[in-house]
């Protein structure tokens, strides 16, 4: 009778040890991810990073994104609905990392739209149309110019102005901060400096609130 139950006994002890030491290696990674982001918290803003937000918030959101990215496009709504339930009290900082084909002529895009104070305008417009100019990791940018109608951009003047030399050296210098940070997907959000290890909805969302009710 007992031999009946010494195999499955076994096989639970190993399914105990094995969640046991996932769970010891998960939270050593999450220390030692918090811990690089923590000695080179000086490198997640620049001066030049688009802001959203009041200044004077006491919480930080930075995202490196990259404009072809899907899952950058879903998260965009739900961290603008986060921001608007805590009126004032959240910053958001963006961070290019364009990994996509293409992505950097978005970028160059994006930056000119900013000399015509129009961002955040044609960032909601390039995800709107993402579906068409970048379905599926498929980028095709010069399909997004048709879509662009609608943020009142001067888009003869946005041609002219995204080959202006300093957009190219803040796109490389978000990519070498992102590589310093070990950024290798899109999203990756940090909030207060501490980085997303667990990626989600739902715990993005916990290290915000948690932010907000340690500052306020």
Sequence with gaps: MKKQYLVPGAALLMLAAFAIAAFLYNSQKTQEISARAQQNVSVLERDYSPTSGSKTAKVTIVEFFDPACET????????????????????????????????????????????????????????????VWASHGNSQPEKLWMRLGGAGLNLKQIRTDMDHPFIGDRMRQDMADARQLQVTKTPSFFVNGKPLVRFG??????????ELNKHY
Excluded at 104 to 117: F, G, S, T
Excluded at 201 to 210: D, F, K, N
């Design 72 to 131: 950058c496009r879903a998260f965009h709504p739900f961290v603008k609905q986060i921001m608007d339930a805590n009126p004032g009290k959240i910053r958001l900082v963006m961070r290019y990392t364009p990994f996509h084909d293409g992505s950097d002529m978005v970028v160059k895009i994006l930056e000119a739209a900013r000399l015509q104070d129009k961002f955040w305008e044609t960032l909601d417009a390039t995800y709107a149309a993402q579906p």
């Design 201 to 210: 909805y739902e715990t993005l969302q916990a290290l915000i609130e948690s």
